[in-house]
């Protein structure tokens, strides 16, 4: 084959399977290896290398074999000493030397072979391509064409020749595919199959509406609008929840865009699916408020029991379809989106139930003495609604307020009720003993029956049983096979217990280390001595003498004391070399050529902060380092 046909057939093999260079050369070798190796039936413990030219498509064959002086007796495993040294001029007898041993002619079952390795190589390299490019394509959208339809689902051909698989339950109910359609769907897995990558697209998932959103409001692109929360029932209605990470922008207008065009392009792509984009807030009752829209709420009154949040909504009458929904969708979205279970009520329904908490519970009636003042007029307009009679807007106003109201007053009885069982609860793991949560309960020395029973019942410490004593007795006395007298024989165990103290933690005072470079003595006290009271007074006085010289001196420069402190500490730091001066100067002059080094403490006898002289030694440089 002349050179160009080569080049030219090989590039058309790269951009044909998209395939790197270098992989579909590693294949190309590869496969004349084998080809070698089938054609000269070499042993596969030989080592065998083939090395192709891109440019002219030779391939040279390379294998190793021993060196021999003359007589060669297989010609596949060995080379004469002159050959050899061609190659390696340091080779000797007995040596492994790799040299070239290209067959004159393969023929054509070699080029068989070598044709098929090379399809094979090809295709394991495709798949391989596919596999880690799909892979990173993981919740992402890709667009591919409709190629067959069976009962299952759908087949959709995607780029790098691969092929998805959309499942039935992946569809968008209602919608109908065609051969040859273009759509766009999110790559849900990858799996890694015996015929590829199989991958698994789908159309129903919110994160294909998300990626949609994404898509077409570049806001959320950017990261100005975030989406909080996504709830979609496929084909019919979807509700998300969106907020702004900067101020000054409308995250539901930015996803609507101007006349919905932007909400449209996505409806469309959804086979006409509603959407109700609302804005998050941080308040969980707004929150619930704006996520049963289009509905107007009334109130929303929140109620977590032991990890069950439930939201009651209460809406107007004529509303209360709307919130609701057809067949409980709007409530049910609303619910997925908010994360809370959601109660809707209609306004006459939570008044009725309001009176007969109201009625019923003597506490709260005692609370809310103007409710029960207006128990008489509720009565009557609740009677009104039961005959289908009208009812005036002011009267609707009037049930609101008393819902309200007793709600309200109810919640805060419920939290107030929770706080007591808590700090109950607080105080009684309080007298519990530390150590009695460390021992097992084994080392209780129950009875082996009274043992099994309670082991059984999750007790796995003496701590957690005095714990459930403490707080709930009948919780231990209602297991199975306890009674009274077990429950007798508990608590004596439990009392002739003694627990070790807990080791007080020993506080290591810090101990304080000042350096100085002082001419002066400095008496610093042995630990455990008193320093004389007559000592620390003149102490005193003098490091008060001190503190006058020193504000005197700052005084003459102009500088306040109050306002050296805001100084940052470089300022006084001063330079070796420009404040020494020569030793006849020195001389000369004495003390009135030195300068006076300052520095500022806290004193805690006076506790003030005192300035303290620091004198040199000799020539050298005070250490003015500020701490």
């Given at each position: 084959?002349?050179?160009?046909?080569?080049?030219?057939?090989?590039?058309?093999?790269?951009?044909?399977?998209?395939?790197?260079?270098?992989?579909?050369?590693?294949?190309?070798?590869?496969?004349?290896?084998?080809?070698?190796?089938?054609?000269?039936?070499?042993?596969?413990?030989?080592?065998?290398?083939?090395?192709?030219?891109?440019?002219?498509?030779?391939?040279?064959?390379?294998?190793?074999?021993?060196?021999?002086?003359?007589?060669?007796?297989?010609?596949?495993?060995?080379?004469?000493?002159?050959?050899?040294?061609?190659?390696?001029?340091?080779?000797?007898?007995?040596?492994?030397?790799?040299?070239?041993?290209?067959?004159?002619?393969?023929?054509?079952?070699?080029?068989?072979?070598a044709r098929q390795v090379i399809q094979q190589r090809i295709r394991e390299a495709e798949r391989s391509n596919q596999m880690q490019y799909f892979e990173r394509q993981v919740g992402e959208i890709v667009s591919g064409l409709v190629q067959a339809i069976n009962a299952q689902g759908s087949t959709i051909g995607l780029d790098m020749k691969a092929e998805g698989v959309m499942p039935n339950n992946q569809k968008i109910p209602g919608e109908r595919l065609k051969l040859h359609d273009r759509i766009r769907a999110v790559v849900m897995e990858v799996k890694d199959g015996t015929r590829g990558p199989q991958i698994v697209l789908s159309r129903a998932h919110r994160n294909f509406l998300r990626r949609l959103l994404e898509n077409e409001v570049p806001e959320i692109y950017h990261g100005i609008v975030e989406i909080r929360a996504i709830s979609r029932e496929p084909g019919a209605r979807a509700k998300v929840a969106v907020s702004a990470t900067q101020p000054g922008i409308d995250p539901v207008g930015a996803c609507v865009g101007i006349k919905g065009v932007r909400i449209q392009a996505i409806v469309k792509e959804l086979h006409d699916e509603k959407i109700d984009i609302i804005q998050w807030d941080q308040d969980p009752i707004v929150y619930i408020s704006k996520a049963i829209s289009p509905a107007r709420v009334n109130g929303v009154y929140l109620a977590d029991n032991e990890g069950a949040r439930t939201a009651t909504v209460v809406v107007g009458e004529d509303q209360l379809s709307l919130a609701i929904g057809r067949d409980g969708q709007n409530a049910r979205l609303a619910a997925k989106l908010t994360g809370w279970r959601i109660d809707i009520k209609s306004l006459s329904e939570a008044a009725g139930d309001s009176l007969r908490k109201l009625q019923g519970n003597a506490e709260l009636s005692a609370m809310l003495p103007a409710a029960m003042e207006a128990i008489p007029q509720i009565e009557e307009i609740l009677a009104k609604k039961a005959e289908n009679r009208p009812i005036m807007p002011e009267e609707y106003t009037v049930l609101g307020q008393f819902v309200d109201r007793v709600e309200r007053r109810t919640i805060q009885i419920k939290e107030e009720a929770a706080r007591e069982v808590e700090e109950r609860t607080n105080t009684a793991r309080a007298e519990v003993p530390a150590a009695a949560f460390q021992m097992p309960l084994e080392q209780a020395g129950?009875?082996?029956?009274?043992?099994?029973?309670?082991?059984?019942?999750?007790?796995?410490?003496?701590?957690?049983?005095?714990?459930?004593?403490?707080?709930?007795?009948?919780?231990?006395?209602?297991?199975?096979?306890?009674?009274?007298?077990?429950?007798?024989?508990?608590?004596?165990?439990?009392?002739?217990?003694?627990f070790p103290e807990p080791e007080p933690v020993k506080v290591e005072e810090p101990v304080a280390s000042i350096e100085t470079v002082a001419a002066e003595p400095v008496a610093v006290p042995v630990a455990g001595e008193e320093m004389p009271a007559a000592k620390?007074?003149?102490?005193?006085?003098?490091?008060?003498?001190?503190?006058?010289?020193?504000?005197?001196?700052?005084?003459?420069?102009?500088?306040?004391?109050?306002?050296?402190?805001?100084?940052?500490?470089?300022?006084?730091?001063?330079?070796?070399?420009?404040?020494?001066?020569?030793?006849?100067?020195?001389k000369a002059g004495g003390k009135k050529g030195k300068k006076k080094a300052v520095e500022l403490e806290f004193d805690e006898g006076l506790g003030t902060v005192v300035g303290r002289k620091i004198h040199k030694r000799g020539d050298s440089t005070p250490d003015n380092d500020w701490e």
């Amino acid at each position: 084959m002349a050179k160009n046909e080569f080049a030219l057939a090989f590039n058309e093999v790269l951009e044909e399977k998209q395939l790197a260079k270098d992989v579909v050369v590693a294949a190309i070798e590869s496969a004349m290896v084998s080809a070698y190796r089938r054609a000269v039936s070499a042993s596969t413990a030989q080592h065998v290398e083939a090395k192709l030219d891109p440019d002219t498509g030779i391939v040279t064959v390379f294998a190793e074999k021993e060196v021999v002086e003359d007589n060669i007796v297989d010609d596949r495993t060995e080379v004469l000493l002159e050959v050899a040294r061609k190659v390696n001029p340091e080779a000797q007898l007995g040596d492994m030397v790799v040299v070239e041993t290209t067959p004159a002619d393969f023929g054509r079952v070699a080029a068989q072979t070598a044709r098929q390795v090379i399809q094979q190589r090809i295709r394991e390299a495709e798949r391989s391509n596919q596999m880690q490019y799909f892979e990173r394509q993981v919740g992402e959208i890709v667009s591919g064409l409709v190629q067959a339809i069976n009962a299952q689902g759908s087949t959709i051909g995607l780029d790098m020749k691969a092929e998805g698989v959309m499942p039935n339950n992946q569809k968008i109910p209602g919608e109908r595919l065609k051969l040859h359609d273009r759509i766009r769907a999110v790559v849900m897995e990858v799996k890694d199959g015996t015929r590829g990558p199989q991958i698994v697209l789908s159309r129903a998932h919110r994160n294909f509406l998300r990626r949609l959103l994404e898509n077409e409001v570049p806001e959320i692109y950017h990261g100005i609008v975030e989406i909080r929360a996504i709830s979609r029932e496929p084909g019919a209605r979807a509700k998300v929840a969106v907020s702004a990470t900067q101020p000054g922008i409308d995250p539901v207008g930015a996803c609507v865009g101007i006349k919905g065009v932007r909400i449209q392009a996505i409806v469309k792509e959804l086979h006409d699916e509603k959407i109700d984009i609302i804005q998050w807030d941080q308040d969980p009752i707004v929150y619930i408020s704006k996520a049963i829209s289009p509905a107007r709420v009334n109130g929303v009154y929140l109620a977590d029991n032991e990890g069950a949040r439930t939201a009651t909504v209460v809406v107007g009458e004529d509303q209360l379809s709307l919130a609701i929904g057809r067949d409980g969708q709007n409530a049910r979205l609303a619910a997925k989106l908010t994360g809370w279970r959601i109660d809707i009520k209609s306004l006459s329904e939570a008044a009725g139930d309001s009176l007969r908490k109201l009625q019923g519970n003597a506490e709260l009636s005692a609370m809310l003495p103007a409710a029960m003042e207006a128990i008489p007029q509720i009565e009557e307009i609740l009677a009104k609604k039961a005959e289908n009679r009208p009812i005036m807007p002011e009267e609707y106003t009037v049930l609101g307020q008393f819902v309200d109201r007793v709600e309200r007053r109810t919640i805060q009885i419920k939290e107030e009720a929770a706080r007591e069982v808590e700090e109950r609860t607080n105080t009684a793991r309080a007298e519990v003993p530390a150590a009695a949560f460390q021992m097992p309960l084994e080392q209780a020395g129950l009875k082996e029956h009274i043992f099994n029973i309670l082991t059984e019942a999750g007790f796995e410490t003496i701590g957690n049983l005095i714990f459930s004593i403490k707080t709930d007795p009948n919780k231990v006395l209602g297991l199975p096979g306890i009674g009274s007298k077990a429950m007798q024989n508990i608590e004596e165990v439990l009392a002739a217990l003694t627990f070790p103290e807990p080791e007080p933690v020993k506080v290591e005072e810090p101990v304080a280390s000042i350096e100085t470079v002082a001419a002066e003595p400095v008496a610093v006290p042995v630990a455990g001595e008193e320093m004389p009271a007559a000592k620390k007074q003149a102490d005193g006085k003098k490091d008060a003498k001190r503190v006058v010289e020193v504000e005197e001196e700052l005084a003459k420069d102009g500088v306040n004391l109050d306002e050296l402190f805001k100084m940052k500490p470089e300022i006084f730091q001063s330079t070796g070399p420009a404040e020494e001066e020569s030793s006849d100067k020195k001389k000369a002059g004495g003390k009135k050529g030195k300068k006076k080094a300052v520095e500022l403490e806290f004193d805690e006898g006076l506790g003030t902060v005192v300035g303290r002289k620091i004198h040199k030694r000799g020539d050298s440089t005070p250490d003015n380092d500020w701490e």
